[in-house]
């Protein structure tokens, strides 16, 4: 890596996701990459594993939907007070994507052993769930060693190929303020890649700024950044602008149905020029 | 004792009763009467208890990402939460994920969530749910998202406290691993909560009807608990307590 | 525990530490509550057991040659460009102190273990090392559950009795702003108890301040704060002030003896009134 | 080649030419050498290369706490690192602990510092040490805080890159588990390596003159590079770069 790339757009930032890629993304709150998700979509993105840190929303509701998704980690996909996420609850039914069901301390924790570079992480809770039970080939229940007698369970590390994420600033080395979203530290950590969306790219470095030095990200983690706009629409962006709950409620009532949710790709998602996202 | 609330303040009552003594609540997303409770709880407690509600700017104290709230719990910090279930069996065990053979659930619901650990880790555990229903409290569950018991051996300091319904509360006897009738809201009866209720419960002779809140606790709701849950949940806030959503 | 106390002054805060405290403490640059050891070595303070994250100087050297200590547990004590620490090399010979020699990412992986509630940590390294040899009963080597014949250490978890740290500032209700310190935020997570000194404490809620509070520990963790202007002297505090080399030189030389140690408690400890911290 | 220079900047060169390739090396405290030798890589590369200097406000990215080096290095991001010890045996085991019986040692110097991890994880492990002595390279070490070696199995992709003397450059075999004389520093012999060398070694028929640094390296170690370490060294910079402590 020969220091981060500023790109032009979400399109070409897009065209750095292999097909197959296991993708970390955030939490609907921490600041989700939506136009580079929109950007997949037009790419036409296959076979995404995503894992979800620790839940997600609209973002893989309409990957899902766009059948670019193979396999959903998480620990929820939802939209939250506007309801089930439509896409996903038809793709279990039909069978259409994997599941990988977890609980989210569980991903949290594996997400960061893969930070620290460690094989697994034993935690509490867990025994006797079915989300063990049907992923026993990752879950194991060990006995502590330090303590016999008493039942753990360990979750393997997570590194995503590639960590997505939607941020306030990143200045032209590549560093990216993050504000309160420390969960895109755990993703960009964690990740062996990872491609960040800024609302803007600033002339002054970031590291050198002291009140803002503990919530950027170093450029040694980032691969490429694109400047967009409202990069997090129609979700929010955390000290920046709230969530668009109306588009969010059309989102819920057009992706009801299979020919609804066509209709909002095409109309939201496909005519959304690069140049507007 | 007043005779003029809305049911949500009567549950708002029930479970700020629960929390007595509490050091730390947290409120998870989606849950305003919970929140309203916890609130009340705090007010009650004159401001000695802490509470976090998830989704709220202000109730928010958490500053070292999502994972903390859960590190929190399992220090041993966090001595009350809220779990709900798409399905509850009388082992309160929960079901977050769906009705049917997983993965392919002919219903599915939005996934676990923190349950499978919380559920360990948090010595009062209260679950609600307000659709009291044999659609949702069920024999056995189709999926175990966090179970209510465990085996001995098994770290679990935490575990299910209560059960507030819309027809009743009921506590969880640990080592029987059954639920047990604490009392009927005002209105309900033993026979609509058993007809209602798709697991077996004990039932003592005498279940008393659940108190009503007083009509001191009803103003501080209709007060300052309105103003501050009126931040997170503003059309809650006006639905039920009757502020307008502009004071949030 | 019912709010954050803000306290007189450092020996308000030190009468919060009973002998025999697992007293965990951060390395030289991070914010070392100086003033509060001095407090401490007035009280006369017995049988801590110091924990470093993950290695200490000048503040573990006053404290085992002042006969506080009774353990030490770390990556390291030094002084850094100003040579050993005299007072630990001489307990070290004269068998004064037991020793849990350790080495930083251990530490630091045992803290975050403890943060986490977790009862144990697998890290790499480590295997073949004296360290974990002489530790055999808290490091043991086990093989990985996930991958048969891959042998891992594992770490136990680490949870202070009390963390004590000296921090930019703190508000009313006890938040703490520690900047770019992130391993203030392990210590005060890790630990059961914290107890924190400030260089100033503020009217303004930290939480609500946008910059600040990625950088800001709620109080939730914080038993008691006490201002303390200098409260690092002679070490530095980062973003506010760079150490005493002068003063850390004379440190050096004076206790290169035992007499010469006794005088610098003497002039520098004993003789600074709590007013005067 | 210059005639004219001062025995670090011959050792700034060795360095150097270790770290060719490197995409991320790191360097930690106390050490001048080493830093400007990274620092004259990365300016060699272009600025491709990324140098963190521990102890350095300007050269250091981490943001999040002490922990990320060790995380970072874990996860194989980090390509080259120093190392030195208090002694240093022939199978390239470090001791940074102590001489004599553990944990009573006779000396005592100040701790393991990282070594037992980064030892093992990062593939360029330089160690360096400028005092070749019997005293420090010995035949065993008296404590093992990182081992040189590990057996087959354990999860190794570090270790021993070279080792970096102010007499000679030492190569590692690890098949062997030796240490092999690579050259000889311009001034000094093979006879005084051996002399003063408490351990076996490899010793090829010819043994080259270690290269001085070039008049190119040596006008960039005494400009740009000087001007750089000064930030982090300001008194090692006056002295072998001969610049102002005030250009800091």
């Known amino acids: 890596m020969s220091g981060t790339g500023i790109v032009a757009d979400v399109e070409a930032l897009a065209a750095l996701v292999p097909d197959g890629t296991r993708l970390g993304v955030p939490k609907d709150t921490t600041g989700v990459a939506m136009a580079l998700t929109r950007a997949l979509v037009r790419r036409g993105v296959k076979n995404l594993h995503v894992v979800a840190l620790p839940q997600s929303g609209i973002q893989s509701d309409i990957l899902i939907g766009a059948g670019c998704v193979d396999t959903v980690e998480t620990a929820a996909v939802t939209l939250s007070e506007h309801g089930l996420a439509p896409c996903f609850i038809r793709a279990v039914k039909t069978g259409a994507i994997k599941l990988k069901d977890s609980t989210c301390p569980a991903i949290y924790a594996g997400m960061q052993a893969g930070v620290k570079g460690q094989p697994f992480v034993p935690i ?93 990200i170093p450029s040694i983690y980032i691969e490429a950044v694109a400047e967009a706009r409202q990069g997090a629409w129609p979700l929010a962006l955390g000290g920046s602008y709230g969530p668009d709950n109306d588009h969010l409620a059309l989102y819920a009532k057009m992706a009801g149905s299979p020919e609804g949710f066509v209709e909002y790709v095409e109309r939201f998602v496909m005519e959304r020029a690069a140049a507007a996202e | 004792m007043s005779d003029d609330y809305k049911p949500e303040e009567l549950l708002v009552g029930v479970i700020t009763r629960l929390l007595a003594g509490v050091r730390h609540v947290a409120v998870g997303m989606l849950s305003p009467i919970p929140g309203s409770a916890s609130l009340l709880a705090r007010e009650l407690s004159g401001g000695e208890m802490r509470v976090s509600v998830l989704g709220s700017r202000k109730m928010n104290p958490w500053t070292d990402g999502g994972v903390e709230l859960f590190d ?45 650990y919380l559920y360990f880790l948090v010595p009062r555990v209260i679950l609600f749910r307000d659709e009291h229903t044999r659609r949702v409290f069920v024999p056995k569950v189709d999926f175990i998202s966090a179970p209510g018991t465990s085996n001995e051996g098994v770290y679990r300091p935490g575990g299910p406290y209560a059960l507030v319904t819309n027809l009743c509360l009921f506590g969880f006897d640990k080592e029987r691993r059954r639920f047990r009738l604490e009392s009927v809201h005002p209105g309900h009866t033993v026979e609509e909560v058993l007809d209602h209720t798709g697991f077996e419960i004990d039932v003592p002779e005498q279940v008393p009807t659940t108190e009503a809140p007083s009509a001191e606790w009803l103003t501080l709701m209709r007060g300052p608990i309105a103003q501050q849950i009126a931040e997170p949940y503003p059309k809650f806030a006006a639905r039920v307590f009757g502020i307008a959503e502009a004071a949030a």
């Open chain 1, 124 to 216: 509490r809770g867990l025994i006797g769930s079915d989300l063990v039970a049907h992923r026993a080939d990752e879950y194991r229940v060990i006995d502590n060693p330090l303590q016999p007698g008493d039942p753990l369970v360990i979750v393997p590390a997570i590194r995503p190929d590639i960590a997505v994420f939607h941020a306030a600033m990143a200045d032209r080395d590549g560093n990216v303020y993050v504000g309160a979203e420390r969960d895109c530290f755990t993703l960009a950590h964690a990740a062996m890649r990872c491609l960040v969306t800024v609302e803007e790219i600033v002339d002054d470095n970031l590291l050198a700024d002291r009140l803002r030095r503990p919530a950027t």
């Open chain 2, 72 to 116: 929190f719990a399992a220090q041993g910090r966090l001595d009350a939460f809220f779990l709900s279930g798409g399905q509850i069996d009388g082992q309160a065990n929960v079901n977050l994920v769906g009705i049917g053979d997983y993965p392919q659930t002919k219903v599915r619901w939005s996934g676990s969530f923190g349950s499978a």
